[in-house]
């Protein structure tokens, strides 16, 4: 990993570290189409060995499918201590491990689907964390992602790419990523895209099966 890619993640879980005790607290405010949105995206996984990428406080929690082997990484310890104390008094079935998603400590093929909402608008090297899920997933196994990108409208993506250094330094969020391409980029199938509320996006893609 290049030294300049360690120290944007450093920053990363730094900020999100600072965050966690008001993380909760502060996606409220998105509403009750975020949770819709979260629940629409876990009723797409396909198997039984599920990995979530960036469980957060475990806002996914009450969205597991049953009867499955869900495994949950995290970046920020500070954000994975509440997920795991969530976990314990909701009886969530649910391995957590601290984690980048850029070196994913996982075997080859591991696992059938993996999910990551609202992550990869934070993950400094977004294409090179997609091929570690590529890497990670099964042949033919699927690839769930909910989050936000540059618009399509020329003026609106042109605010949010004069605004995107802002956001990055406040809060570690790049609000102009082109996920669907970046995930195209990464080797992975993008197989559908649900346009949710224009810059939201839910996208499910696949590894191939050869």
């Known amino acids: 990993m290049a030294s300049e890619q360690i120290q944007a993640t450093k920053r990363v879980r730094k900020g999100y570290n600072r965050m966690a005790p008001r993380y909760d607290f502060l996606i409220g405010f998105c509403g009750s189409r975020f949770e819709r949105w979260r629940q629409l995206a876990w009723s797409k996984v396909e198997g039984t060995r599920i990995l979530e990428v960036g469980v957060g406080t475990g806002r996914n929690f009450p969205y ?12 920020s310890e500070g954000m994975m201590e509440r997920a795991m104390e969530k976990a314990l008094r909701n009886h969530i079935n649910v391995a957590l491990t601290q984690m980048d998603v850029q070196r994913l400590g996982f075997p080859d093929n591991t696992f059938d689907t993996v999910v990551a909402t ?68 990464s080797g992975l199938t993008v197989e559908k895209v649900t346009d949710l509320s224009g810059i939201f996006k839910l996208i499910e893609a696949r590894k191939g099966s050869g």
């Open 64 to 75: 597991y499918p049953r009867n499955v082997d869900i495994t949950g990484v995290e970046l």
């Open 118 to 185: 609202l992550v990869f608008c934070a993950v400094p090297d977004p294409v090179h964390g997609l091929m570690e899920i590529r890497r990670v997933v099964k042949p033919g196994g699927k690839v769930i992602l909910l989050d936000h990108v540059l618009s399509a409208n020329p003026l609106l993506a042109w605010l949010m790419n004069r605004f995107n250094p802002v956001m990055v330094r406040l809060w570690d969020d790049h609000i102009n990523r082109r996920t669907a391409e970046n995930v195209a980029q």
